[in-house]
């Protein structure tokens, strides 16, 4: 976990945790964009003007105008990078109902295109450009590992979700690879974040490799029930074999009495 | 979880319409009266099977033996769960309907009536007791014999129970034993040592002495890090947190379970509840800027602190001192 | 299922009122013809046996379907016994390590106990193994399922009475047995929620008073997660210890209900010295086994259909690692839900703890309940029927409101306290906080009990006035027209 991989990790995920790491300026490998980010200047350029004129009627009452961020409100967007506002605006968590409101996924708020130029304009302040994730490289079984070490906490060993005392947990089932890589990094609301020195790229691989097999895993046993162990159990207990057999106790129960 | 609860409510409408329907057929009470025309002589005996009866019941055993050759051929060829349990489970189920049907519907219908075996009188216990009494006679010593065989007693059951209370002394220096020492580093999972420059703020790491056993309950240790002017720890942990780095335990005082929630606001300005560690289990919460305090939830006590130094040549942290008490759940006169 | 004879069991007066049968007992010339008089005759010549099993065919099964509540929890054993013989053959209870090399991937190549190893190994690899398993605990979920409502049926109908209260507490121990039983079971296979259930379980021994460590050091043979030994321990209780206790009260229940035969409702003809029903032969003999085949139709299609406790899913435990939202089975769900609720109160003196937290929840809340029940028999003599006379008829709910009603009320507080152990998960769901979960469940274990006490008192009262039945009769009336036109309306 810990090779440090400073010549390359660094510079994609360094500046991510306090604004003062955030000198790299847009700086990072065009190779480690995705999709729209991964554009000529010249466009870029536009799109980031863009961004600003939505950001300033969508997101600048809580961010600030120039997305410095207002104490109480909002935390300051420079140096969060293209990462953070991708992740939270394709998850939906962004923009808050009101600044204290728990982020919850759920369908974005803006069109697509919207969203690229937030995210040119949000990344021209600096910081981490969107994670690569190659699910196909990450082990299985390590990611296993690192998930019940450092996930299955909060989110259970199956992903389906939990709470904290004072929070909720989301479920992982719609998360995208790329998506969990982010929430990694950010530790978006009251989740911690993980650095590259603590889980590096193959770490996330991995564990995004382990989410994945979450959703569709192997329940040989027949109907899941959700996989949350034995509440869900208890009931079919109680409800479908304990219905049944009270069924079948009541009919047999008693002798046959002839209509009479 | 809806097909299940459409499941329940049909049930329940087609027994609610079943009840209605049996509804005086067998409405049996103290108060029904020998002479109602609803009463139910107790001891009638009916006979008579239908030969359609009789005929289902041939059809459920031929049924449940087919079902029960599909097994065996499942079993051999495909032996895969739910086929079997469809299989297996629906011969014994047409076995069941068959001696379900048999016994309401094929053999005859009776009703007996049995007298209860009540004791009729004290004459058999008058008599054992006499035979207790005549066991003593001519003996003398009665309460010297009753006091002797008393000692013996006292001392089976002391050679019994002292081996388990011979556990005790070693109780305290086993639980209180953790294999951090000062200047043990801190390692993760894989035995890589834990840079003081990889934690920052938000982070949430496992660790563990390194070379030590990590299932053992004193080992496994959370590192955070917080901003030092944010801690309020007691007067005496001063320097256990060197630049807001610090280790808790990670097994929970209440139930020792692994602390495994880091509650880590993102953004501070905007939320009431500062950085806590919570047990999945009954989510009890530790104040991390507090030394370890309970803030919510049935821990009856701080989380041990482990007091933290970094080495000044390869930056990497190592243990200042033992924990702070001791690690997992209280015991009967431990040493908080 | 043996039963002494009572001596003077054919001069009994019985009132068969069976031709047939009469005429059947009257042919005594000592020739035998048939091959079921061959046969009786061959068992009766060598152990005298004609007279018991007569003696069994004409025990009187008094009929209601609450009666057969404990015949459900007797066969779920049976399942249990079965079952769990064949997963013994496959099972390793071992907690040294080995690398996993077996067919599920995202567990490949970790290291895992020999205990894991072999579950999963068995779910995966042996034919009709996972069968089997699901099988197990699916009937495990039910036979304490069954036991308790057995239980609340007695305790409603008053079956504790004398002369039934040495076996209401050969059951009440069966209860705490099969708790017991099914708890080691959960343990074994060293899964993540087998371990984290493992690791409260520690906790909760070691806050006994006084003997708290030594006991739990004694049981564990050192510090959590314990000795090497510890599986075979667990093991060795779960697969013989337990299993024989179960078996030999059980069958002391049966012999002693066949001694005093079986409780009966009030109702026609049937009185405090007799017994109304069907006879075992032949007709309740085929209705019970055809039972016991409809409880193992149930728990095996469960077990083939319906997938529980999916270990692979869950991952090896080690004392470091944990996940949300982990849970007991149902039947400890009053205890996961006290540890949870309880305010945490913690006593020392001088920096030295006494009483630690997990005794409140763990040890005393239950110790209260099942004191309570294990008194129940004395409390109904003292304070709620005030009498102490022999009862053979039962009682229904109605009949005794303040029982009913204090039964009610005990009833839901530790409902409220099981429902608390589940708070996580359902508010997850609903998206509450917990910690006003919890607040509100500690209001309602003070409350609850109250109102519920109130309320079913109530209910009883007025259904002993009405003397309407609440399931069996309905409250509408039947409407019949007249021959002049009109309506006349009646109770039906």
């Known amino acids: 976990m810990r090779r440090m991989l400073l010549t390359v990790a660094a510079v994609v995920c360094g500046g991510l945790a306090l604004s003062d790491f955030a000198a790299h300026g847009q700086s990072s490998t065009p190779a480690a964009l995705t999709s729209a980010a991964a554009m000529s200047s010249a466009s870029d350029g536009a799109l980031v003007a863009q961004g600003h004129a939505l950001f300033e009627s969508s997101c600048a009452s809580c961010h600030g105008l120039d997305a410095q961020g207002i104490h109480g409100r909002a935390p300051s967007l420079h140096g969060v990078g293209a990462l953070a506002a991708d992740f939270y605006l394709q998850t939906g968590r962004m923009p808050l109902p009101y600044p204290t409101a728990q982020p919850m996924r759920t369908r974005p708020a803006f069109s697509q295109a919207k969203i690229q130029s937030l995210i040119a304009y949000v990344a ?137 | 979880m809806s097909r299940l609860w459409k499941a329940i409510v049909a049930i ?9 329907s049996r509804h005086g057929t067998d409405a049996v009470s103290p108060q029904a009266d020998v002479a109602s025309p609803r009463y139910v ?137 953790t294999p951090w020492r000062a200047g043990r580093a801190l390692v993760d999972d894989e035995e890589s040592p834990i840079l003081a420059s990889d934690v920052r703020p938000g982070s949430f790491i496992t660790a563990f002495p390194r070379h030590a056993d990590k299932d053992n309950l004193g080992s496994p240790v959370i590192v955070v890090r917080v901003d030092p002017s944010e801690l309020r720890p007691p007067a005496a942990r001063a320097g256990w947190a060197p630049e807001g780095i610090m280790a808790y335990s990670k097994i929970c005082t209440h139930a020792a379970c692994a602390i495994s929630l880091f509650r880590s606001p993102l953004n501070p300005s905007t939320e009431t509840r500062g950085p806590a560690l919570v047990c999945p289990c009954h989510y009890s919460t530790f104040d991390v800027l507090d030394g370890g305090s309970v803030e919510f939830g049935p821990a009856g006590r701080a989380l041990p602190q482990l007091p933290l130094a970094i080495d000044a040549a390869t930056g990497v942290l190592i243990a200042a001192g033992p924990m702070s008490g001791p690690v997992g759940p209280s015991w009967w006169g431990d040493n908080q | 299922m043996s039963a002494p004879l009572p001596s003077d069991r054919t001069a009994g007066p019985r009132s068969t009122g069976l031709p047939a049968r009469e005429a059947q007992q009257q042919r005594s010339d000592g020739r035998r013809d048939g091959a079921v008089e061959d046969a009786v005759g061959w068992v009766d010549e060598r152990l005298g046996a004609a007279r018991a099993m007569r003696w069994l065919m004409d025990y009187v099964f008094p009929d209601h379907w609450s009666f057969l509540l404990g015949e459900i929890a007797l066969y779920s054993f049976l399942v249990l016994i079965l079952s769990g013989t064949f997963l013994a053959l496959f099972f390793d209870p071992s907690t040294t390590q080995t690398v996993y090399h077996g067919g599920y991937a995202p567990l490949q190549s970790q290291s895992v106990s020999h205990a894991y190893s072999s579950a999963l190994n068995l779910s995966f690899n042996v034919s009709g193994g996972l069968l089997m398993r699901q099988t197990h605990h699916w009937a495990a979920l039910v036979f304490v399922a069954a036991i308790t409502l057995h239980l609340l049926r007695i305790v409603f109908t008053g079956a504790y009475r004398k002369p039934r209260d040495i076996n209401y507490f050969i059951g009440l121990t069966l209860l705490v047995l099969a708790i017991l039983e099914g708890f080691a079971g959960y343990s074994l296979p060293d899964d993540l929620l087998s371990g984290m259930g493992l690791a409260i379980a520690w906790a909760v ?56 035969r079986h409780s009966q409702f009030p109702g026609p003809g049937r009185r405090e010295d007799n017994v109304v029903g069907t006879p075992m032969w032949p007709g309740y003999a085929l209705r019970s086994l055809g039972l016991f085949m409809a409880l193992a139709a149930v728990l095996v299609l469960m077990g083939g259909l319906i997938q529980i406790n999916p270990i ?41 703890t006494l009483v630690p937290n997990p005794f409140f929840g763990g040890v005393l809340f239950p110790g209260i309940v099942f004191t309570g029940l294990y008194a129940l028999p004395w409390l109904d003599r003292r304070f709620i029927s005030r009498e102490r006379a022999r009862h053979d008829l039962l009682q229904r709910p109605r009949d005794n409101p303040r029982r009913s009603a204090l039964a009610a009320a005990v009833f839901s507080a530790v409902a409220v306290v099981f429902a608390a152990g589940s708070a996580d998960r359902l508010f997850f769901q609903f998206g509450f906080a917990y910690e006003g979960a919890i607040w509100f469940f500690r209001g309602a274990f003070l409350i609850a009990p109250v109102l519920v006490y109130v309320f079913t008192k109530r209910v009883c009262v007025r259904l002993a006035r009405e003397r309407a039945h609440p399931l069996r009769s309905w409250s509408g009336q039947v409407v019949v027209r007249n021959e002049r036109g009109g309506f006349e309306s009646g109770r039906s």
Do not use: K
Not at chain 2, 75 to 80: D, K, R, T
Not at chain 2, 93 to 122: F, H, N, W
Not at chain 3, 212 to 232: D, I, M, V, Y
């Open chain 2, 41 to 177: 002589d107790p001891t009638e005996r009916h006979t008579g099977a239908s030969t359609g009866v009789q005929r289902a019941v041939v059809l459920l055993l031929v049924g449940c033996a087919a079902c029960g050759f599909g097994f065996l051929a499942l079993f051999v060829l495909h032996p895969q769960t739910q086929l079997l349990g469809l299989a297996l489970g629906l011969a014994l189920a047409l076995l069941a309907g068959a001696l379900i049907l048999a016994g309401r519907r094929l053999v005859p219908q009776e009703t007996l009536v049995e007298e209860r075996p009540r004791p009729q009188d004290d004459r058999e216990v008058r008599e054992v007791a006499a035979r207790v009494d005549a066991s003593l006679d001519g003996i003398t010593r009665r309460g010297l014999l009753a006091g002797a065989a008393g000692v013996a007693g006292a001392g089976l059951t002391a050679a019994v129970v002292i081996p388990v209370v011979a556990l005790g002394p070693g109780v305290e220096d086993q639980l209180s034993h």
């Open chain 3, 312 to 352: 692979w899913l869950w991952g090896p435990y080690h004392p470091y690692v944990g996940t949300n939202g982990a849970q007991p089975d149902w039947y400890l769900g009053w205890l996961i839900g006290a540890l949870r609720l309880m305010p945490n109160l913690e006593i020392s003196v001088f920096g030295h």
């Open chain 3, 205 to 260: 021994a070691m806050s006994l008073p006084v003997i708290g460590g030594p006991f739990a050091f004694a049981l564990w043979g050192g510090r959590f997660p314990g000795a090497s030994t510890f599986e075979s321990r667990l093991y060795i209780a779960h697969v013989f210890i337990i299993p024989a206790l179960l078996a030999v009260l059980i069958a002391a229940h049966l012999t002693i209900i066949m001694i005093q």
């Open chain 1, 124 to 260: 021209s302040f600096g910081g981490p450009a969107i994670p690569t994730v190659n699910v196909h490289q990450g082990s299985l079984s390590r990611g296993q590992q690192l998930f019940a070490l450092n996930c299955a906490g909060c989110h259970t060993i199956q992903g389906s979700g939990g709470i904290v005392t004072g929070a909720v947990a989301p479920s992982l089932g719609v998360a995208t690879p790329r998506q969990i890589a982010e929430a990694i990094r950010i530790g978006p609301y009251v989740m911690p974040r993980f650095g590259p020195g603590e889980l590096d790229e193959a770490d996330i691989d991995s564990i995004a490799r382990y989410v994945q097999s979450t959703i569709h895993p192997e329940d040989r046993g027949g109907w899941g029930i959700g996989r949350i162990g034995p509440i869900p159990e208890g009931m079919v207990a109680w409800l479908l074999a304990g219905t049944a057999l009270l069924l079948i106790a009541r009919l047999i129960g008693e002798r046959m009495r002839e209509q009479a």
């Open chain 2, 12 to 20: 329940v409408v087609w027994r609610s319409g079943r009840s209605r």
